[in-house]
């Protein structure tokens, strides 16, 4: 599930990189692509996320046709050629409902942290495993790495992804300042066995 999951990430920050840099789905795409009927904008059951609710949906790879469509969050929607790239896949928007014309059709806000994130599946630890002290000199570090290994499958990015949020830095910043326990942390780990002085490694957050 957790291969799934960042093979749908991926293939979505693919997607908005090539849109950043002024590319647009092809029409065969287009023509591939689930089309949403009568469609609105709405928010996404237990995130509030914005997204997009139809009366129902038309070429759907899982569902074929079906009534009461509701996509996953939208991140990026081209009103006047009648697209948008939601979490999940390419959607095509067929008539919009006219009793909803008037609202705005918003799409998910995220930087560099947030695609960090979605990249590495993150997930927030628990605060009991928090570390507390620097990175060179508290072992809950440690801990908190052997979390995100079990968690998310990728420790290094969500460890940098939990610093960026903890201090409000940005990832660029974040991966400079961790680099000598990062290195230190991956040389223990390729050798298989722990060296205590690596465990000495440090670092500008604490």
């Given at each position: 599930?957790?291969?799934?999951?960042?093979?749908?990430?991926?293939?979505?920050?693919?997607?908005?990189?090539?849109?950043?840099?002024?590319?647009?789905?092809?029409?065969?795409?287009?023509?591939?692509?689930?089309?949403?009927?009568?469609?609105?904008?709405?928010?996404?059951?237990?995130?509030?996320?914005?997204?997009?609710?139809?009366?129902?949906?038309?070429?759907?790879?899982?569902?074929?046709?079906?009534?009461?469509?509701?996509?996953?969050?939208?991140y990026y929607i081209?009103?006047?050629?009648?697209?948008?790239?939601?979490?999940?896949?390419?959607?095509?928007?067929?008539?919009?409902?006219?009793?909803?014309?008037?609202?705005?059709?918003?799409?998910?806000?995220?930087?560099?942290?947030?695609?960090?994130?979605?990249?590495?599946?993150?997930?927030?630890?628990?605060?009991?495993?928090?570390?507390?002290?620097?990175?060179?000199?508290?072992?809950?570090?440690?801990t908190l790495w052997?979390?995100?290994?079990?968690?998310?499958?990728?420790?290094?990015?969500?460890?940098?992804v939990y610093i960026?949020?903890?201090?409000?830095?940005?990832?660029?910043?974040?991966?400079?300042?961790?680099?000598?326990?990062?290195?230190?942390?991956?040389?223990?780990?390729?050798?298989?066995?722990?060296?205590?002085?690596?465990?000495?490694?440090?670092?500008?957050?604490?």
């Amino acid at each position: 599930m957790r291969k799934i999951i960042r093979e749908r990430f991926l293939s979505l920050h693919h997607d908005l990189d090539l849109y950043a840099a002024g590319r647009q789905p092809t029409e065969g795409d287009l023509q591939l692509a689930p089309v949403a009927e009568m469609w609105r904008p709405g928010n996404y059951p237990g995130t509030g996320q914005p997204c997009i609710q139809a009366q129902y949906v038309l070429k759907h790879p899982r569902l074929g046709t079906a009534p009461g469509y509701c996509s996953s969050p939208v991140y990026y929607i081209d009103l006047e050629r009648g697209w948008a790239r939601t979490q999940g896949q390419l959607i095509r928007l067929g008539r919009r409902d006219p009793a909803y014309t008037n609202l705005p059709v918003p799409v998910v806000e995220y930087n560099d942290i947030d695609r960090a994130a979605d990249l590495s599946c993150y997930q927030r630890p628990p605060a009991d495993i928090e570390p507390k002290g620097p990175m060179g000199e508290d072992p809950a570090w440690h801990t908190l790495w052997d979390w995100f290994e079990e968690h998310t499958g990728d420790p290094h990015g969500s460890t940098l992804v939990y610093i960026a949020r903890r201090w409000n830095e940005d990832i660029a910043t974040v991966y400079i300042k961790t680099d000598s326990w990062m290195k230190a942390k991956l040389r223990q780990i390729d050798r298989e066995s722990a060296d205590p002085d690596d465990y000495n490694a440090g670092s500008n957050f604490n």
